[in-house]
C-alpha cells in the first residue's frame, strides 16, 4: 500500500503496457511503469534525424471511429481528444500490386466484398461465403466486438482453423486467395497456411473498419498515453530496465532493477514477452511443463525497416499504403517476396519520409547478435558481414522501390534489422511481432495472461494478438483477469461517444 493506495508494478511501456497502467490507474491503483529505453512506447518508438521524425513500429491503425473498437478503447482511456487522426483514402486505403494486378482495399466489410466481386465475377458466391464466415467469426471476439455475453472459449475454433483452410473452401481463383492472404500476412507475420483465420479475421477486420495515420505517428500516441497515466498520479521511470521479479511465498512481491534497487509491488504486470518474463522468475515458480512450453515458444517473422528521405512526388502515397508483392504466393521467406510502404512525408508531416519494411528470418541474425548490449543510445558493434548484408537487402529494396517510382531521388536510406529492434524492444530474436502467432500457439496453445504465481499478470501482443490495438486490447484482459473481464468490457463499450476530431486534415473528400 502507499498513501491507502494497492501498489502496482508494470514492467514495459509499449502500448500494453501504456494501457495496462491505465486501467489499473483508473481503478485506483498506485502504478509504476519501468522501462529499460530512454523513451517510453516500445514499438511505438519514432528516432530522429536532423530533427526529421522516422516511426520504428507504427505505420496506422484501424476502427477509430466512435463505436468501433480501438476508437472506445481510446476514449475509455481518456485520451481520444488528445490522437489526431489522419484518414486514409476510403475508396483504397492499401494498395496491392502483384506483378500482373492491383487491388485497392476500400473501407467497410461490404465495399471490400463488392471490389472484389467486381474484380473476380467468378468468385461472388465464394466472396458471400467468406464474408458470412468472416462475420460469424468476429462476433465471437467478444473484447474486440465489445459484447460481454460472449464467453471466452468461442474464439477457440476459429484459431484452429487455418486462413488457407476458409480460402480454399470459398475459392477457386488463386489470385483473390493472394489478395486476402497478402493483406493479411505483413500484418501479423504468418502464411495463409499457419494462420489461425481468427488472427487474420479481427486484424483486417480492425483496418477495414477505417484506416488512419496519426498526426507525431506512434510516439504521439505513446506520449498521450503517458500524460494520461501521470493525470491519474502514475510514473513512468525511464532507464529502468527490470532484472528480476520477486515472489514471497509463490506469489508475486515486487521487482529488482538491472540497478540493483528494489522495488516492491502487490501487482506485478509484465508487458514484455512471456520468454523474457520467464527469466525474472525464481527456478520453481512456475511448473516445468509451462516452463517448457513458453522456453519452446517459436518467435515470429522478423523484417528489415527502411527508412528513407525521398525527393519527388509522393502523392500517389498521400492517403494509401503499397504492397508490392513478387507473386501470387504468399510467403515470408525469400528476400523479397513482398514489401511495404507509408510516407508520412506525403501527409504534411516530416517532408519526403517514406518508410518501408520487408520480411527476414530472425534466426539467420541471430549468428550476429554478439552481447547485444542494454544501453540503448549506443548500439553495439557489429561485424563487418553484418553491415554487408544489411547494405545488400537495403540496396535490393531500394532498387525495387526505384523501379516502381523511377521518378523519385532517393536521398536518404537507412535500415534496422531484428538485431536492431532485439536491442530496441528487447523481444527475443528481434522478431516483428514477438511470439510466432500461428495456429500451434494460438487458441488453446495461447501463451497465458495468468500463471502460476498469483499477483503477476502477462499482457502484451503475445498473449493476445500483434498490432497496437491487439496489444491495447491484451491489457484489457489482463486487468480483466483480475477484477472480471464482463464490466470492463461493457464500460468500453459505454465509454462516451462523441465523435474524434477527425479530418482534421481532409485528404479526400469523405
Ligand atoms: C516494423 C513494425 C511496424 C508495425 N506497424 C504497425 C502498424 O502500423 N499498426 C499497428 O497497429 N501495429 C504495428 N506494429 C505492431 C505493434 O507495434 C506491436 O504489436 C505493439 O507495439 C506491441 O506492443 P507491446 O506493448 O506488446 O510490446 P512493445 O511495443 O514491444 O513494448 C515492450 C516494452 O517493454 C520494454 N522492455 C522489455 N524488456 C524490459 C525490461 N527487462 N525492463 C524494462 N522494460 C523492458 C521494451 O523496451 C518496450 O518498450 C508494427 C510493429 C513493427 C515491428
Known amino acids: ?116 466481386c467486381e474484380t473476380f465475377p467468378n468468385e461472388a458466391a465464394g466472396v458471400a461465403r467468406y464474408v458470412a464466415i468472416h462475420r460469424e467469426c468476429i462476433a465471437a471476439y467478444g473484447l474486440y466486438s465489445l459484447d460481454a455475453s460472449v464467453p471466452p472459449e468461442a474464439i477457440l475454433p476459429w484459431e484452429e482453423r487455418s486462413l488457407d483452410s476458409v480460402l480454399e473452401a470459398c475459392f477457386d481463383d488463386p489470385r483473390i486467395k493472394a489478395v486476402i492472404a497478402g493483406h493479411g500476412a505483413p500484418l501479423y507475420g ?142 515470408t521467406a525469400g528476400d523479397l517476396p513482398f514489401w511495404f510502404l507509408t510516407a508520412p512525408g506525403a501527409r504534411g508531416e516530416d517532408a519526403g519520409v517514406v518508410l518501408g519494411l520487408f520480411p527476414t528470418d530472425c534466426v539467420s541474425w541471430a549468428q550476429w547478435a554478439g552481447d547485444l548490449g542494454k544501453r540503448p543510445g549506443g548500439a553495439p558493434e557489429r561485424p563487418a558481414e553484418y553491415e554487408a548484408e544489411k547494405q545488400r537487402l537495403l540496396a535490393l529494396f531500394v532498387a525495387s522501390v526505384q523501379a516502381e517510382f523511377p521518378d523519385w531521388t532517393i536521398r536518404r536510406a537507412e535500415a534496422s534489422t531484428p538485431l536492431t529492434m532485439a536491442h530496441y524492444t528487447r523481444v527475443p530474436q528481434g522478431a516483428t511481432y514477438g511470439h510466432h502467432h500461428a495456429i500451434d500457439q494460438m487458441g488453446r496453445y495461447r501463451l497465458p495472461v495468468l500463471t502460476r504465481v498469483r499477483g503477476l499478470v502477462q499482457v502484451g501482443q503475445a498473449v493476445a494478438m500483434p498490432g497496437i490495438c491487439g496489444a491495447m486490447m491484451s491489457a484489457y484482459l489482463g486487468v480483466g483477469s483480475i477484477d472480471g473481464l464482463g464490466p470492463l468490457i461493457e464500460a468500453v463499450r459505454s465509454a462516451c461517444r462523441e465523435a474524434l476530431p477527425l479530418g482534421l486534415d481532409t485528404l479526400h473528400p469523405a
Request: a neutral charge; aromatic letters at 8%.
Open 190 to 331: 504468418v502464411g495463409p497456411a499457419e494462420a489461425p483465420f481468427g488472427l487474420h479475421a479481427v486484424v483486417t477486420d480492425h483496418f477495414l473498419g477505417g484506416a488512419s495515420s496519426i498526426v507525431g505517428g506512434g510516439d504521439r500516441l505513446a506520449q498521450v498515453l503517458v500524460a494520461r497515466l501521470v493525470q491519474l498520479g502514475g510514473t513512468v521511470r525511464l532507464r529502468c530496465g527490470v532484472a528480476s521479479i520477486r515472489t514471497e511465498g509463490g506469489v508475486a512481491a515486487g521487482l529488482v532493477l538491472e540497478s540493483g534497487e528494489s522495488v516492491a509491488a502487490e501487482l506485478v504486470v509484465a508487458a514484455i514477452h512471456p520468454k523474457a518474463v520467464l527469466a525474472m522468475l525464481p527456478v520453481g515458480a512456475v511448473r516445468p511443463a509451462y516452463r517448457e512450453r513458453v522456453e519452446s515458444a517459436r518467435s515470429g517473422m522478423g523484417h528489415i525497416g527502411v527508412y528513407l528521405e525521398v525527393e519527388g512526388d509522393l502523392s500517389p502515397l498521400r492517403a494509401a499504403n503499397l504492397y508490392r508483392y513478387a507473386s501470387w504466393s504468399v510467403d
Open 1 to 116: 500500500m502507499s498513501g491507502g493506495r494497492r501498489v502496482a508494478a508494470v514492467v514495459g511501456s509499449g502500448p500494453a503496457g501504456l494501457t495496462a497502467a491505465i486501467l489499473l490507474a483508473q481503478r485506483g491503483w498506485q502504478v509504476t511503469v519501468f522501462e529499460q529505453h530512454y523513451r517510453a512506447g516500445g514499438c511505438l518508438h519514432r528516432f530522429f534525424r536532423k530533427g526529421v521524425g522516422f516511426d520504428t513500429g507504427f505505420h496506422y491503425v484501424g476502427s477509430a471511429d466512435a463505436g468501433q473498437s480501438f476508437g472506445q478503447v481510446l476514449r475509455h482511456l481518456g485520451v481520444a481528444d488528445q490522437v489526431q487522426l489522419r484518414p486514409l483514402d476510403p475508396d483504397g486505403f492499401d494498395i496491392l500490386r502483384f506483378p500482373d494486378f492491383e487491388f485497392r482495399v476500400p473501407r467497410g466489410v461490404d465495399q471490400w466484398a463488392a471490389r472484389l
